[in-house]
């Protein structure tokens, strides 16, 4: 199950913007280094790290088995992420089927919130990634 995520694993999705109530200052960045602790409302298991370390517009990091580099981009509170490079090592079960989560996750972002300093990547209005410093 060696490269579940390829090169499409931050493949380009559409930016769209939306507002949740109690979110983040306008014009705040995502830049910084993040953990993923919960992705479609499930939360990731002891010893897999996903993480999300963001500068510019490359993001880069944990996949849960293998590391990632890539592009995103931000316009307000509008993402997307994509393309990608990713390693090729073959994990535990567990930790094959985080990464193939994450990249199926971070193809549909578009959008996001930073509240109480916890980062919450959307597909729409759906919350599908959370993460914290």
């Known amino acids: 199950m060696a490269g579940v995520l390829g090169l499409g694993l931050l493949g380009g999705v559409a930016a769209c913007v939306g507002q949740q109530g109690g979110g983040m200052a306008q014009g705040q960045s995502l830049g910084g280094e993040w953990r993923v602790s919960q992705i479609n409302g499930a939360a990731v298991p002891a010893g897999v790290e996903v993480t999300l370390a ?3 517009n490359q993001v880069s990091g944990s996949s849960g088995c293998n590391r990632y580099n890539g592009g995103v981009t931000q316009d307000g509170q509008a993402v997307k992420f994509g393309p990608a490079a990713m390693t090729r090592m073959a994990c535990a079960p567990a930790a094959m089927a985080v ?9 549909q972002i578009s959008r ?3 509240i109480d300093g916890t980062l919450q990547l959307y597909a729409g209005d759906a919350l599908v990634i959370r993460a914290t410093r």
């Not at 990464?99 to 193809?107: I, R, V, W």
């Open 112 to 114: 996001f919130d930073v």
């Open 54 to 56: 963001i500068s510019g």
């Open 99 to 107: 990464e193939a989560e994450f990249g199926k996750a971070l193809d």
